[in-house]
Each structure stands twice: as C-alpha cells, then as structure tokens.
C-alpha cells in the first residue's frame, strides 16, 4: 500500500531549507573554490606566494631560475622546465598557434625535463616566453593546463576527502608547490596528504575538518622544511594556518595574511 505522504506546515517547512541552506554556506561546501569569485581568491593568494603580487593576471610573461633545481620558472602557477609542465603548456599553445616563436624550443624543452639545464633556451627561449605572453593563445594555455594539472585535481580531491572551500585552497596550493607525486628532492601532494591521514582522519572518512587541515599543514611544512631550496613555511604559517585558526572554512574576505614578511588583504565584497 502506497501511504499518503503528511503534508508540513509551509511556514516551518521553509525555515528548515533556510537553515540547511545556511549551514551549507557556514562551511563552504555551497560555493567551493571552482566557484569564480573563490577561484579568482585562490589565484591572488597563490600569486602572493609565488610572484610577490596580488596581481595574477600580470605573471603570464614572469620567468626565471629561482635555484630550486627545476631549471625555468614561469607563469602564473610557476610551470617548470624541470618537471615538464612547461613544456606541456607550450605545446598547447602550439597546437592553437603553430607559427609561434615558442615552438622551435620543444626538443629543448623535451631535453631538459628532469633537472635544471638550460642548454639550449637562454635568453632566446626567455625573451620569446615574455613576447608569447601578450598573445590571448598563450594565457590560454596556461589557464588551461593549470586546471588540468592542478586546480581541478585538488578540489576534486579535497571534495572527495569532504573539505570546504578552505581545504580546496590548502589542497590546490600543495599541487602547484609540489606536484601530485614525489619527485628528487622533493615531497608530493599525495605523500603529504598520506601523512596528515596517519595522524586525523578527513571529514569525508567522518574526521573533523579544521583537525585534519592542522595535520595536513603539519605534514607540508615539513615536506617544504626538507626541500634543499625551500625552508620559508609562511604561505602556511602566516596565510593559510591563520584563516584555519579564525574558522574561516569557507575562504571568505576580508583575508589578511603574510608570506615572505610581507602583508596582504583582500576586502570583503
């Protein structure tokens, strides 16, 4: 027998969808990071790490060899001729734009990977990279493969493991400093993240939230400790350590922070 469903009151009905609607907002979980204003917040936090600038969109052009052993830094997530995400964005922007002056650095570029050589780029390969970036191809390009190497993973998997839009951030900034897998000299995402599960459980696997964040942070300031070139924790102790401290799960403005000693902010909308 199908039983007739009982009709609730319109009134009380109502109040629950506004509070489950508020909770889910409380946490973060309603926008997440892949939500544009929340994105365009985690490019101008990242930027502030890697590139001393709030200003993300100016990084297309920036290039150099910070001594990290990773050859070329460059762009607006610091691709790397060393790890060869470089050389992927490259390539993608010669499938869009063939005749461009990038191309004929692809077999150097293909050479290099793995370590910090610059045989065969140099001040041509460098010059071309900062003349590529006024082309809307090239931006493009570079959009496109940070996403697909490291934005849409991270929160993917953050997602996964239950976190808002906070634990989205922590994620995707430990894929662009570390990469998804171990690499010589170097701790990945996924090590960090099995570390932090050996000391608190994720929320997706029934954890406290801000408990396991601690511990994930825990984990990638040691990771970065161990690195020969890296050893400045700031960008988690005085950015993102200070937004888990507030209870800001849900990464909302106003943001202050500081990395490298220097201060950020981001006003409320």
């Known amino acids: 027998m199908i039983h007739a469903l009982r009709r609730l009151p319109l009134v009380p009905l109502l109040l629950a969808l506004i509070a489950c ?8 979980a309603s926008a997440g990071l ?5 994105k365009e917040i985690a490019m101008r936090l990242v930027s502030s790490a890697e590139n001393s600038s709030l200003d993300w969109t100016a990084q297309y052009g920036y290039i150099e060899d910070i001594g990290d052993g990773r050859g070329y830094t460059a762009g607006i997530v610091g691709f790397c001729t060393g790890c060869g995400d470089l050389l ?3 390539q993608r922007y010669t499938d869009a734009r063939p005749d461009n002056r990038l191309a004929a650095f692809i077999p150097a570029l293909r ?3 793995g370590g910090d050589s610059h045989q065969g780029l ?3 390969f460098t010059d071309a ?3 590529a970036a006024g082309d809307p191809a090239m931006r493009k390009a570079q959009d496109a493969e940070r996403d697909r190497l490291y934005f849409d993973p991270a929160v993917s998997r953050a997602k996964t493991d239950g976190l808002g839009t906070l634990g989205q951030f922590i994620y995707y900034d430990a894929y662009v400093m570390h990469g998804y897998g171990d690499s010589r000299g170097s701790v990945g995402f ?3 993240r099995e570390q932090a599960l050996r000391t ?3 929320p997706g696997r029934g954890g406290d939230e801000t408990r396991y964040l601690h511990a994930f942070l825990d984990a990638r300031a040691a990771a970065i400790r161990r690195e020969p070139s890296h050893s400045d924790t700031s960008r988690i102790d005085t950015a993102q350590r200070v937004f888990l401290d507030r209870g800001n799960l849900a990464l909302d403005p106003p943001l202050d922070w500081k990395v490298y000693g220097d201060s950020y902010h981001l006003a409320a909308e």
């Open 21 to 28: 609607a508020a909770c889910t907002s409380a946490s973060g």
């Open 34 to 38: 892949d939500s544009p204003a929340k």
């Open 88 to 90: 992927q964005v490259v």
């Open 111 to 113: 050479a290099v990977r």
């Open 122 to 124: 140099g001040r041509a």
């Open 129 to 131: 990279w900062k003349a």
């Open 190 to 192: 996924r090590t960090i």
């Open 200 to 202: 608190a459980e994720s």
